[in-house]
């Protein structure tokens, strides 16, 4: 086949833009990410589930506490320890987490995920902050 | 036969640069519809459905006119139509296409379209309209490539597509009977709450289907290499004839039901459309000239001399479709929200954007349309240069 | 609903998901800080909760003697439910409203309505049917009917907008937000959300509020003219109320079974 010259460019300029954001990043690692907690925060000394727990899995636990809230009508969750939390992102997590452009989007961004919850859930519930 | 594709004159692809013009307009404006919600367009909270899913209803019902010359030749073995048979599959799918983005353009929150399917619901019409709708494209395109294919390398079609071609016939039937039910089972819509509303469609669709497929034969004919028949136009001429005949008919059957019983919630929407309500009516020259373009296209048609002249029976078949566009692309999602169950009279006409993105939709469909009818016209083509050849060496 | 209960049983750890959600709250305390040997997470009811098996409201006609009275309705919803107010009439959202008789009641109207039903307005909202259209409309059950207490509630997580609801509607209870309403919510309550754009929203018959021990905040400040209680408990108020007087519903007709009625 006379094209061979052809198909070899068209494949060495395909695996290269495919390729591009691998070595274009490379050796720029992002430092991960640090989140700051509020005072109210600090003071509770302890999340709705433990800090490895909740770190990973928060979606997942706000997803069913979004269902068994809206749909259910449950409105307090109790946690393996007993104490009981208001099952609402805006009214609870965001309580404590009034912070939430150095908090959650800080790891947000490092993930590179965009989950739009505050376009409804007011973003920092508490007045005067 | 992708290829086919490809290969085409300077007229193919400046046909196609223009239609993909209009449809990169138009997606610019769908960005910013996308960004803003669907506040540029005319819709409100009393008319919460317009151009959008009114077109939608109106290309299901080219879509399932398809059918028409499909049934015939498989049925009643009529054979004139199989040389025109995949022009009614393909135009079904193109309409297809435009009726799924259409839906698409006209969700508040596209994105999270697949909740259709994550949490099915079967007791919504919009469950069963999903159904039907992609299985009449998966059974459009499969029949009618593989059926083209088969014909193109001079064979019998596979015996396996024989079911499908037969479940496409009640399948054509079922995508416009679902789309009628979305509308037919609300309570509190009077004008849409009638049994006849899906046989009504489905006459408007087997007129404004085949209106449609005459016109694109006579562009072939003209454009192409391929001729679609004669007597293959003059038939289908016959259908559209009896199935506009019907459309009006089913029309005023409606009429003397809400004129003569004068119930309100029925007679008030007829009202509006073609006389005005409370001092408002945009659509009332709209709907007259629906009317008049019906009626005059069945008078065209139905005498002889003016539905054999080629020339008359393009223009009753433009009759035809306009008349059948505005009736169900205008009025029926109109007239059926106006006026609101509040009985107050809140308008509804589309905005520019609005036109735009349908316009673009419309591209979007003619693109798939010219392509789809490049490959069979090509296919069809090259076994008439086949045939000729071979008649040339004997 | 499956699906979030694997999800949670998966989240918290637990074996088994026997009486999950089922118990009151004391009870779910008690075990959980008591002796079990594998503690789980659970969740339940708020202890001030108002419980009903059908939620109903009696609009009492009689006793409306202004437009501020159902204008005061209207702003306490409103401001409760972050409900913004749009410019565009088209685009306006309405959970609760002032309307004319003859607009409430189409088809009932006549010539000759009694002299007070024809200056006063009537407050409309969604009537949490009994039977919703809407609710049979949706292809995602994002409106449903909820089986404990009968309100017909939206999930604007998962609303795609499709609008079938709306059509489906006959009483012009529903509302969709045609451009992100945020810009336009006056007064922000930050313990309610807002919605975003392409949603439709309605009268929820402040769910949130009842989960709390609380009334609906319209007929909080109805000055009597609202009452709301539950309609299968022979003794309740609403109960009472229908049991003494003549009262009509909207549309009765088209067999949705709305949960409002009109003292007329």
Known sequence: MNDKGKIVTGLVIFAAVVTFPFWYNLGKAAPPPEVVLTEKAKAAGECVLPKEEIRTEHMKLLDVWRDTQVRDGQTVYINAKGKAYTMSLSNTCLDCHSNYKDFCDRCHAYASTDPYCWDCHIDNPKEGE | MLELALKGTKKYWGLLVVLGGIAGVAFLTYLYQLQFGLGITGLSRDVSWGFYIAQ????????????????????????????????????????LVMCLLFIMVDLGQPMRMLNVLFYPTPNSMLFYDMIVLNGYLFLNIVVGWNVLEAERNGTHYQPWLKPLIYLSIPWAISIHTVTAYLYCGLPGRGFWLTAILAPRFLASAFAAGPALLILLCLIVRRFTQFDPGREQIQSLAKIVTYAIIANVFFFLCEVFVAGYSQIPEHTDHLKYLFFGLHGKGVLVPWMWTSMGLMLGSIILLVVPATRRHEGVLAVSCAMVFIGAWIDKGLGLISGGFVPNPLH??????PTAPEVMITLGVWAVGFIVLTILYKIAVSVKEENAGVLRTRVVKG | MERSRREFLKIAGASAAVGLGARPMIEAVAAATGHQATPQARV??????????????????????????????VEACHKEHNVPMLENERHRIKWIWETHFHNAFPSQATDHV?????????????????NPPCVRACPTKATFKRASDGIVMMDFHRCIGCRFCMAACPYGSRSFNFRDPRPFIAEINKAYPTRMKGVVEKCNFCVERLAVGKLPACVEVSDGILTFGDLDDPESEVSQLLKENYAIRRKTNLGTGPSVYYIV
């Open chain 3, 114 to 130: 009694s002299e007070h039903l024809e200056h006063i307005g009537l407050p409309v909202m969604c009537n949490h049917c009994e």
């Open chain 3, 44 to 73: 339940a009811r708020h202890p001030d909760a108002l419980k009903a098996t059908r939620w109903a409201m009696v609009v009492d006609t009689r006793k409306i003697e202004s437009a501020e009275q159902i204008e005061k309705m």
């Open chain 2, 344 to 349: 107050e009279v809140n308008e509804y006409m």
């Open chain 2, 56 to 95: 939608f209803t109106f290309l299901v019902g080219v879509a399932a006119g398809g059918v028409m010359v499909v049934l015939p030749y498989y049925l009643h073995d009529y054979k004139a139509f199989g040389r025109i048979t995949i022009m009614g599959e393909f135009l079904a799918v193109a309409s």
